[in-house]
């Protein structure tokens, strides 16, 4: 069965590091996501991706970045990871924006914590 | 940019009862609603969407309305199951191509046995 994984599941850091989250979808979905989940915040959309070679800023995307080599694989990168970086991290994919298909498959989360 | 409030934050019911979850949105121009469910542990995932062409949907025992004129939407659940015990985001999409969802800030839903 198609599927999207991330990984690792959990992950701990110190401040200043750099941190890799990976995200592998198999639907050869073109469009892809990276959200954090906070109490209080819901669901905030740090990078997005509608195909290869194409990165996009969404609303919490400082200190952070993607690359989108490949159709089913977007990294998102803590360049310096800092403590209000502690989360927990959720890729999503979608086949199309907008339509019948825009559904969001979601991983299943990478729990951060930065010390 | 699209604004979505959603409420409560958390809800207790007793097995059996119904629950309802409302969320407002800012962009009227916003013509995609879904709502996705979040069990411990796991991602999102969708369980019924409406469109802003419709003013209610159900499957099964659950119910999404939309009143497009006060701009908010709810989520309904009736004869409620501890299975059904989630967080619940409610979401809005704006019109118009490549418009990404926004999310509000979820409610946990308590089903007590």
């Known amino acids: 069965d198609a599927e999207i994984t991330q990984s690792p599941r959990h992950k701990i850091t110190e401040t200043g590091r750099q941190v890799t989250l990976a995200c592998h979808q198999t639907?050869?979905?073109?469009?892809m996501f990276w959200y954090r989940q906070d109490l209080g915040h819901g669901l905030r959309l740090i990078h997005y991706?509608?195909?290869?070679?194409?990165?996009n800023k969404g609303e919490v995307s400082d200190g952070y970045s993607v690359s989108r080599s490949n159709t089913e694989d977007l990294p998102l990168t803590l360049e310096s990871a800092a403590s209000s970086q502690t989360s927990v991290y959720f890729c999503?994919?979608?086949?199309?924006?907008?339509?019948?298909?825009?559904?969001?498959?979601f991983g299943s989360g990478t729990q951060l914590s930065v010390l | 940019g699209e604004n979505v409030e959603q409420h409560p934050s958390t809800l207790s019911v007793q097995e059996g009862d119904s629950a309802v979850i409302k969320c407002t949105y800012s962009?009227?121009?916003?013509?995609?609603f879904p709502w996705y469910k979040q069990e411990l542990g796991k991602g999102p995932q969708l369980i019924i969407d409406?469109?802003?062409?419709?003013g209610e949907k159900k499957d099964q025992r659950i119910a999404v309305t939309l009143n497009k004129t006060a701009k908010h939407f709810s989520l309904h659940i009736t004869e409620t199951q501890p299975e059904d015990s989630a967080v619940y985001f409610c979401?809005?999409?704006?019109?118009?191509?490549?418009?990404?969802?926004?999310f509000g800030t979820g409610t946990k839903l308590q089903v007590i046995p």
């Open positions: 999503a994919s979608s086949e199309s924006m907008g339509g019948p298909n825009e559904k969001l498959f």
């Open positions: 639907w050869n979905h073109n469009n």
């Open positions: 991706s509608y195909g290869v070679q194409d990165t």
């Open positions: 962009d009227s121009a916003s013509n995609y």
């Open positions: 409406i469109r802003s062409n419709v």
């Open positions: 979401a809005a999409r704006g019109s118009g191509g490549y418009q990404k969802v926004t």
